[in-house]
């Protein structure tokens, strides 16, 4: 009976550190750090703005794979339905667009990562599809179909888009590797807060992630106007009203220069 019980004490205490060392090793992996570094952090919509490359870098451990994303706040959108009457088209119905951020861009090292067939995951079209509603007139189609239209709309617009294995990734002397990710942000830009988002995935869990916050903000003239716009909104007016008269005149003028016989 001695013996028994004491070949029981030898089991337990073994399966007890087997499972000290699963927790300590599962734990080195997901608290290693990751040192998500974005430049830059700022992006300043001025006169000359014509779009702005966001590069991102990463430091993952070694054996996992990583997905970037930058992402918006949610927004709701107006569409506007196209319905074709004896071979024209013309606006319907509105749709209302409820829950998709107002730009979404995802990248991986790995292209399976950012396949839509993997539902599960939490980034992609397809975790975005699952917060997506549409209300208005539909009539009565199918999710996936005004989806589909939604981000094609998105992505003609540069504000959506999904690169599976853009990032690249390479060992380091260390052991660890590096993960790093260049997103191009379209022209047309809404200022607000933006954020980059890092996964970590080993063996197709999330054992790590980051976020670091981007700001999207108004310099110089286009500033100027939004403050104007915004505190002084009957003199913004007046000036709006002005400059479009004066611009009427002045091209009056210039077709009548133009256009009068010599």
């Known amino acids: 009976m001695?013996?028994?019980?004491?070949?029981?004490?030898?089991?337990?205490?073994?399966?007890?550190?087997?499972?000290?060392?699963?927790?300590?090793?599962?734990s080195a992996v997901s608290a290693a750090p990751a040192d998500l570094t974005v430049s830059p952090r700022v992006v300043r919509i001025g006169t000359w703005y014509d779009g702005a490359k966001i590069h991102v870098r990463a430091?993952?451990?070694?054996?996992?794979?990583?997905?970037?994303?930058?992402?918006?706040?949610?927004?709701?959108?107006?569409?506007?339905?196209?319905?074709?009457?004896?071979?024209?088209?013309?606006?319907?119905a509105e749709i209302l667009e409820q829950g998709a951020p107002a730009l979404y861009m995802a990248m991986s090292t790995d292209p399976d990562l950012l396949s839509r067939s993997k539902k599960s995951q939490s980034w992609g079209y397809g975790a975005l599809a699952e917060r997506v509603t549409f209300k208005g007139g539909t009539r009565e189609m199918a999710h996936r179909q005004l989806f589909d239209e939604f981000l094609r709309l998105k992505e003609s617009r540069g504000r959506y888009g999904v690169y599976p294995g853009a990032a690249t990734i390479q060992g380091l002397p260390q052991g660890d590797q590096l993960v790093e990710g260049v997103f191009n942000l379209p022209a047309h830009l809404v200022r607000g807060s933006y954020h980059v988002a890092l996964s970590v995935v080993k063996d197709g869990r999330v054992v790590?992630?980051?976020?670091?916050?981007?700001?999207?903000?108004?310099?110089?003239?286009?500033?100027?106007?939004?403050?104007?716009?915004?505190?002084?909104?009957?003199?913004?007016?007046?000036?709006?009203?002005?400059?479009?008269?004066?611009?009427g005149f002045l091209v009056g003028l210039l077709f009548h220069f133009i256009g009068k016989p010599e």
């Open 2 to 26: 001695m013996c028994a019980g004491f070949k029981r004490s030898i089991v337990c205490v073994v399966c007890a550190c087997a499972a000290f060392l699963v927790v300590m090793l599962w």
């Open 59 to 92: 430091v993952i451990p070694e054996g996992c794979q990583a997905v970037l994303e930058i992402r918006g706040e949610p927004a709701q959108t107006r569409l506007m339905r196209k319905e074709q009457y004896w071979g024209m088209w013309k606006n319907g």
């Open 208 to 247: 790590k992630k980051e976020i670091r916050p981007l700001k999207v903000e108004l310099a110089g003239f286009p500033a100027a106007i939004f403050q104007l716009a915004h505190r002084y909104a009957l003199a913004y007016g007046i000036l709006a009203a002005g400059i479009a008269i004066l611009s």
